[in-house]
């Protein structure tokens, strides 16, 4: 775990610290179902912190992305949209990064993410076949 890691999970606790302050009281069996599962998949919290990480990335992007397309609508520019580099998502340590780069909490943080996306894709892509071939 480098110091950008670290970082990506001091943030992820002090918001979730935050909401646990301000929340209202949470479902006692959904969290008794949560507990046991979680029990019986012990490194589901660090896949969760994972995917949880990448999705506030991805979702930053988007609204700044959507931002940009709303300047320059109002600008009356809409027919000359350009490509933004802040909208793509990048997860992990930079290029330059030690001999071991591509491992550690952030980088696999885009390959879970990835992981679970791609699998409710291919989910998705299948059950559609098959539902197209059966009518």
């Known amino acids: 775990m480098d110091r ?3 970082k990506a999970i001091e943030a992820l606790f002090d918001k979730l610290a935050t909401i646990e302050r301000t929340a209202p009281p949470r479902d006692a069996e959904a969290e008794a179902y ?3 599962r ?3 998949q012990p490194a589901a919290p660090y896949y969760m912190a994972q995917t949880i990480v990448v999705q506030e990335e991805a ?3 988007a609204e700044k992305r959507i931002e940009e397309l709303e300047a320059q609508g109002a600008s009356g520019h809409s027919r000359q949209l350009s490509r933004s580099t802040g909208s793509v998502l990048r997860v992990g340590r ?3 990064s030690s001999p071991q780069a591509g491992q550690g909490f952030l980088a696999g943080a885009a ?5 679970v996306t791609g ?3 291919l989910g998705n892509v299948i059950g559609g076949y098959a539902g197209g071939r059966q009518g």
């Not at 390959?111 to 992981?115: D, R, V």
């Open 111 to 115: 390959q879970t993410a990835l992981g």
């Open 38 to 40: 979680t029990t019986r």
């Open 59 to 61: 979702l930053a992007a």
């Open 34 to 36: 949560i507990r046991d």
């Open 4 to 6: 950008n890691d670290q």
């Open 119 to 121: 699998g409710l894709f």
């Open 94 to 96: 930079p290029e330059t």
